[in-house]
């Protein structure tokens, strides 16, 4: 056991569902999953939306979430099993000796507490540290992790920061207690390509310089090969294969690894514009309520029927902000918007129902998008009440159309979201908009919680109700491969200005702007190496500056 830090044998996890009108029914959905672990060593676990990924690394916990139960095997670390230790012990062991980066920062903050609060708590509640030397540490980890101003940050509240900037606050938290193991779940999903790298990169050489382990889960096939050692493919709670990053990039045995590794963008054709605009953004400037600053900054767009307007740039740079002001969460300072041919009110209160069913959106943060306590069904369900008054056997009808549309199925109608997976959850998002009928969709990173496969059904999806309906999607996203997949026209955005705009084949043609240069040159390769290079050419450039 000297050699293994983490050690899984014959892993078993099982749940308790309750299908409506049958008794409850005991299912495995993790079976029999082993493997090895030693000190300053990544394994990468990487498959499909409810594969098990984030269960098993749980279990390195010995937790087991909503209901989730270990029903078999074991779990040693540090050369004792944690299954069958006491409370004790495994309170000692969560945010000591493991700790855990989640998928969903802004779910996982407590919004009440100013950051460096939060990030500290685990170091000085293991008496790991002192206050004052835990702050100190937490103050180098956000130096290290690329956030703005680290020496006061942390005296921020959740809300005051970027979706990209608390992912990165929730990796010094984990960091912070010096722990022996981190398990990363999905820790840069969050993260536009440019910011991910730096994050990736801090994260192999806190591994490097701590000899802390790790399991990254993710389902970026690319991103997992820029950080692990070992890498093994998950499906349906099995293990499919299992080997080192070599092996499995450049010689997969089984045939879904091959897919994951051989998943190519979807390739979507240009389309011209039609003369008139179902939306168009003029001078638009903004800012939050209580700053002194401007988020926006006269910003100029249009998006056309049946097309879509992919809006790019890193963490900060505006791409959310443009949403919000769309939709008339934010409403500008200067500036105005026209939809479908009339002028819409800046702020939602004024607006009318037809504008609301018309315009609609599917946000970044499933998590907390959705109503815990209500079901899929009735999730889905409200648009079509709320806009066309279905009830009943229509309703219900529609919902499972939905449901089929988006691959998930009748089964989960009656299911809650703490019982879906991260890709399940956003699915749910994508069907809840669709029951609208829109003209027009703001797609806020719909696919960023997905894996690949996954998330090509859905771009498919997506473009073949564009075909059918005729609705307009304005995409953000920080993935160029989906850009480069969906869109008609795009805009990239930085510092609240649109940098450069076009249509696809004008904005990913030399010659390029810097900032673009820059975002296009930050997309993951599937090949070993490539962070390294990354890296290696920025640190040249910038000693030639």
């Not at 959310?320 to 819409?344: D, N, Q, Y």
């Not at 009928?437 to 073949?464: F, N, Q, R, W, Y």
């Amino acid at each position: 056991m000297s050699d293994t830090l983490l050690k899984v044998r014959d892993l078993k996890i099982g749940a308790t569902i309750y299908p409506p009108g049958e008794k409850p029914k005991d299912i495995e959905i993790v079976h029999g999953v082993s493997f090895d672990l030693a000190p300053g060593k990544v394994l990468g676990l990487i498959g499909e939306s409810g594969a098990g990924k984030s269960t098993i690394g749980l279990a390195s916990m010995a937790y087991g979430r909503g209901g989730v139960k270990i029903t078999g095997g074991e779990v040693w670390v540090n050369g004792r099993d944690i299954l069958k230790t006491g409370h004790r012990d495994v309170r000692a062991l969560r945010g000591g000796e493991v700790t855990y980066v989640s998928q969903s920062a802004a779910a996982s903050f407590n919004p009440a507490k100013k950051i460096m609060d939060q990030v500290v708590e685990a170091a000085v509640e293991q008496k790991k540290f002192s206050r004052k030397d835990a702050e100190a540490r937490a103050r180098t980890l956000f130096a290290k992790l690329g956030l703005p101003d680290p020496d006061n940050i942390g005296d921020r509240f959740p809300h005051q920061v970027s979706g990209g900037q608390l992912q990165r606050c929730m990796t010094a938290l984990a960091l912070c207690p010096e722990p022996d193991l981190v398990v990363f779940d999905e820790p840069t999903t969050a993260l536009d390509v440019t910011t991910q790298i730096d994050v990736l990169m801090a994260i192999k050489e806190a591994i490097r310089d701590t000899g802390v382990a790790a399991l990254y889960i993710t389902h970026d096939l690319a991103v997992v090969a820029q950080v692990s050692d070992d890498i093994m493919v998950l499906k349906m709670g099995n293990t499919v294969e299992y080997g080192n990053v070599d092996q499995i990039i450049n010689n997969p045995q089984e045939e879904y690894t091959k897919a994951l590794v051989s998943v190519r963008s979807i390739e979507h054709e240009e389309k011209a514009p039609t003369p008139d605009p179902v939306l168009s953004v003029r001078n638009i400037t903004a800012r939050y309520k209580g700053t002194n600053f401007d988020v926006l900054k006269n910003v100029n767009v249009d998006l056309y029927p049946g097309q879509t307007l992919a809006v790019v740039g890193e963490s900060g740079s505006g791409k959310s902000t443009l949403a919000r002001v769309i939709t008339g969460l934010l409403p500008p300072r200067e500036g105005e918007i026209e939809f479908a041919g009339r002028k819409l009110s800046p702020d939602l209160a004024g607006r009318s129902r037809e504008d609301l069913r018309e315009l609609q959106m599917i946000y970044q943060m499933a998590d907390v998008a959705m109503n815990p306590r209500q079901t899929v069904g009735t999730i889905i369900g409200r648009p079509l009440e709320f806009y066309f008054g279905m009830r009943g056997a229509e309703k219900k009808k529609r919902i499972i159309e939905l449901l089929d549309e988006i691959e998930l199925g009748e089964k989960f109608i009656d299911r809650y979201p703490a019982e879906l997976s991260g890709g399940q959850k956003q699915r749910v998002c994508i069907a809840r908009s669709l029951a609208a009928k829109p003209k027009m969709i703001i797609c806020d990173e719909v696919t960023s919680a997905l894996d690949p496969l996954v998330a090509d059904g859905i771009l498919k999806l997506l473009l073949d109700l564009q075909k059918i309906e005729d609705v307009a999607y304005l995409f953000i996203t920080h993935d160029l491969a989906t850009v480069r997949a969906i869109s008609d026209n795009i805009a990239v955005m930085y510092q609240g200005q649109v940098q450069r705009y076009g249509g696809k084949s004008k904005v990913l043609s030399p010659p390029f702007d810097d900032y673009t240069d820059l975002l296009l040159s930050s997309v993951p390769e599937m090949r070993l190496g490539w962070l390294e290079e990354v890296i290696a050419n920025r640190k040249m450039e910038s000693a030639g500056n």
